[in-house]
DNA sequence: CTGCATGCAAAATATTTGCAACAGC
DNA sequence: GCTGTTGCAAATATTTTGCATGCAG
């Protein structure tokens, strides 16, 4: 029985295609808007809302299964929970993103807990300034 | 003569009181959305659009006298390039946002410019987690 | 069956654009 | 006066909400 399933059903809420989808769609695309992950579901799933993507993010996010972070203009972009984690470079020239080992934030995490007991959130980050290319 | 008149004049563009008081309000405030600029603008000139502020808050960044970053949900906030530069810490939980020295990231940032060529903004980062009460 | 979930439409927000009137230089 | 600017309204874009129908358990 999959994890999504265990996880409804505990909150005595229940597993429906949809949301089957939205995560299969969020974990196959890596990161994802909820316009892209409803592109994604819709080639499966002719008819399906995109209320319903937003509704069903914002359940998965709650189940701990996906979370959200937030690349250069208001477009959240989400991406599942067990994915290797990796922090996020946005190029503000070209609007690249790299990915980058969440490791190289480790220091500044400890840092951080030690000086302000702010946990910080590593999956979450986003960092911007200029790539190689564009200074 | 302000800064800002130099720096439209140079570019054959005008000066204008909505400009200045939207520069004026950016400073007083320190962070705010251009929904937060505008209620400040309208204060002391009744009239002014929040189209104004939109395309005006555009400008500035385009000239370097203001940036923004996103803090928590898709909102923008903005403020001075001048004023001393930190760094946001969002609490994901209360929303809470703490104010950092930006020297706390000068070690990552030589880091990342050395293996990536990246050179990071330092004054356009949020870093986003639980804050000490929320813990 | 019962209540949670979905689809649909409409509302609420946030931001952008077209255009005519206006104003800085 | 010429051309950049503004205000207004409307168009977009994005996300949320109300409600009746539908379906998982």
Redesign the interface.
């Known amino acids: 029985m999959s994890e999504l399933a265990n996880l409804l059903r505990d909150r005595g809420l229940r597993l429906t295609p949809q949301r089957q989808l939205v995560l299969d769609a969020v974990r196959r695309l890596g990161h994802a808007t909820p316009e892209q992950v409803h592109a994604a579901v819709v080639e499966h799933a002719a008819g399906v809302n995109i209320t319903t993507i937003y509704r069903t993010l914002e359940l998965l996010e709650e189940l701990d299964l996906v979370t959200h972070v937030?690349l250069s203009?208001?477009?959240?972009t989400y991406h599942d929970v067990n994915e290797e984690q990796h922090i996020h470079?946005v190029?503000?020239s070209c609007n690249a993103v790299?990915e980058?080992d969440p490791a190289?934030?480790d220091?500044?995490a400890k840092?951080?807990l030690e000086q302000?007991?702010?946990?910080?959130?590593i999956s979450?980050?986003a960092?911007?300034?200029?790539?190689?290319r564009c200074?």
Chains 1, 2 share one sequence.
């Open positions: 937030h203009h208001g477009a959240p470079l190029c503000r790299q980058l190289t934030l220091g500044l840092q951080l302000r007991g702010f946990q910080m959130d979450h980050v960092l911007f300034g200029l790539c190689g200074t």
